[in-house]
């Protein structure tokens, strides 16, 4: 899922994991069939089983592939509906729309806030079956709080859902500072932060088949909580004496995580500056979310300045990156690995945080990033862990931002700001 499913640091900002994904559920067969969504969004997810696939924020596991072409399928691109609320709740307040999809249809969130002093108003949730008609499905518990919110991050694992909303205009750090969980994509249910954790924000949330899992930060402490129906949380003791988690991930097996020695308290007033010198990081996998297990990357860069990230790929697929730092290479030294199981990392010179945002859906797994004209540059991500570009056809929209492509049953959808207008690209063989 996410992210992030979220920018964890100035050298981040390309990478916010804002995990827009959604379009139509029954507009092309090839992605219709990988979705095999069973119902509308208020159609019941998986209760709790060790088999249960998870409930991705992109369509279901069952699958039935686009049979191989010489050539990759291209994106068609053509103007959709409304996805947002007609009119926010104060015409005169500043609004700010973003999109995602999960397996059984497609939420979208109106934030508004007032333009004076920044007072919140609301967080409106619309959703639809086939990301061409809406229809309003209430709003976000705030419960009082002013602050103005954007919800940029949705997750799904065994038991449904999480959303985590950041404040706005935080420009460096965009910790996670609200949490909600849902079963059902209808009824959301606030997670209280300091209550549950004992934190004032989440830096890294993501969930899988193995369960959901969170870095929470009070201050520069760090602790690590592992949940599997996403209501009931557990806190796992910390990788060693002085580690800082950073992100996390949940995969197929366990989870991983990427740690730091040095930490700064994740708050818009943070600069990249603050960052403690001589910091190192680690990756480290568990099983169960309770001991963790020390992992060797081939051809890590020892014993120098340098920060470790992860990036959630899909069930199966982990992106780890390190940037080091040296008086050689002042802008930092970049490499790469991935992994299936946590255990095994393999190098990768195609994979990498710059190279967009990943997308899941069913099967198939598309890395988004941008044109030169702003516009969509997607690709698929094939069994080896290449990449295949995929054509455009019709007009393309523009985009705002990187990561504001999203990935539904039926394909890729862009919306404007305001949620006012959607352009839907359905893949073409």
Sequence with gaps: MSRIRASRNSLRSF????????????????????AAVPGSASAALPTRSPSSAPVSPSPSTAATP??????????????????????????????SFLVFGWRGGYLGLTSTHATAGGTMQSILVTSSTDGLHWQGSGQLDLGGDDSPLLVTQLVGGPAGLLATAEQAGCATHKPAVRMWRSTDAVSWTPIDLEDVFGAESLPSVSAGSSGYVVVAAAGTERTVWTSYDGAAWHKSGNPSDGSHPVSVASVRGGFVLADT?????????????????????SIWLSRTGSAWDAVDLPGALLGTDSILDLEWINDETVLAEQIAFSEDAPNGTRRDWTSSDGVTWRPSD????????PRTGGTRTFIVGSTEEAQP??????PDLQVAVLGAEGEAPVMRGVGE?????????????TGTSSWLGVLVP
């Design 66 to 95: 686009v049979p191989t072409a010489a050539e990759p399928p291209s994106v068609r691109w053509a103007e959709g509906g409304m996805p947002g609320v007609a009119t926010p709740t104060d015409p005169a307040a500043d609004r």
């Design 350 to 357: 195609v994979l990498t945080l710059a190279l967009g945002y």
């Design 261 to 281: 020695t040095g930490a700064v308290s994740p708050d818009c007033e943070v600069t990249a500056e603050d960052t403690p010198p001589h910091a190192t990081g």
């Design 15 to 34: 990478a916010h994991r804002m995990a827009v994904i959604t379009v139509a559920a029954t507009l092309v067969p090839s992605l219709a069939a990988c």
């Design 377 to 382: 540059l997607i690709r698929e991500l094939t």
């Design 405 to 417: 492509v999203a990935l539904g049953p039926a394909g890729f959808l862009v919306a404007d700001d």
